[in-house]
């Protein structure tokens, strides 16, 4: 599922109120500030820090900008 250009611009990382990137290969929204990868539960993102991945710095650079 992608996330229109519209939706993403309003979204932002609970944790930081950053920008958050939508990561196609896995179905996440990321904030690279925090390392937090958010999961898309049936084409809604599950905007809650309790249920974010950390992210080691590999997988951040495969993350697009």
Known sequence: MAIDK???AILACPKCK???TY???KDEL???GE???YP???NIPVLIADKARELSSEELEKVPS
């Open 35 to 37: 390392r937090l990868a």
């Open 23 to 25: 990561y196609a290969d």
């Open 30 to 32: 990321v904030c690279r």
């Open 6 to 8: 519209t939706t993403l």
């Open 40 to 42: 898309i539960d049936e």
């Open 18 to 20: 950053g920008k958050l």
